[in-house]
């Protein structure tokens, strides 16, 4: 079979995370939510960004253990998967490159807009960590196509858990810094002006990405 790879397991998940959270509208809901923070002690700003991080990587580990059920109910999928995976990657990419993935966007979790009347700094954490905003579900989609593709050459659940949870965790890990440093929030609304760049360069790497999954496909070992 197919194992999932380090690459697959750990690298792609926190380099695609780490590249959601510098996309406009990520950029953006991050602001929101350090503005919510504001005033809050130390323990508290501390307290709500665990909950932030942690409601994220747990509800996107989730949709990753969906993903592996769905993709174990096409065994033999192996090496077509891969290619179809491949396929995925590559047009997502050049989605991005002609500035056209607003096609795949759809905001995963409940509206920000929605957020206010709730009561409890508890239940906001929550909410706003369940909120995926929209121009990370491209990547979320690349990842959860290979969480599928894992699951029909038998990848364990839990590497379909881990995968889209470190996802989950890196969109979100560098908030603590720019929560509790002023530089990093400075650099944020300097990054802010240049996140405009950003999917041209994700497109790329989708790109190479989905030439690298086609070509494993056909020089990968399979087994029984």
């Known amino acids: 079979m197919i194992e999932a790879g380090a690459f697959t397991l750990f690298v792609l998940p926190v380099g695609l995370g780490l590249l959601g959270f510098v996309e406009p509208c990520s950029i953006g809901s991050t602001l929101v939510f350090i ?12 307290a709500q960004v665990g909950i932030f991080t942690a409601a994220r990587a747990l509800f996107t580990g989730a949709l990753g253990l969906a993903a592996v059920a769905l ?15 491949g396929t995925l990657y590559a047009t997502i990419g050049a989605l ?9 966007m759809v905001a995963l979790g409940p509206a920000l807009a929605r957020l206010s009347p709730a009561k409890g700094s508890v239940v906001l954490g929550v909410l706003f960590g369940l909120n995926l ?16 593709a894992g699951g029909a050459a038998g990848a ?11 996802f989950g965790l890196a969109i979100s ?15 944020l ?21 989905g030439a690298w999954s086609i070509r494993f496909a056909f020089v990968a070992d399979i087994g029984p």
């Open 35 to 46: 503005k919510y923070l504001e005033g809050r002690d130390a323990t508290a700003k501390l």
């Open 71 to 85: 993709g174990a109910a096409f065994i033999g999928f192996q090496k077509a998967g891969w290619v179809l995976l």
């Open 96 to 104: 991005f490159i002609a500035g056209r993935a607003n096609v795949l």
């Open 133 to 148: 905003p929209a121009c990370a579900a491209p990547l979320i989609l690349a990842l959860l196509a290979a969480a599928a």
């Open 156 to 166: 364990a659940f839990a590497a379909g858990f881990t995968s889209l949870a470190l």
């Open 173 to 187: 890990a560098p908030l603590v810094a720019a929560v509790f440093f002023e530089p990093v929030r400075r650099m």
């Open 189 to 209: 609304d300097r990054l802010a002006g240049l996140s405009r760049r950003i999917p041209f360069w994700t497109g790329v790497l989708l790109l190479l990405l």
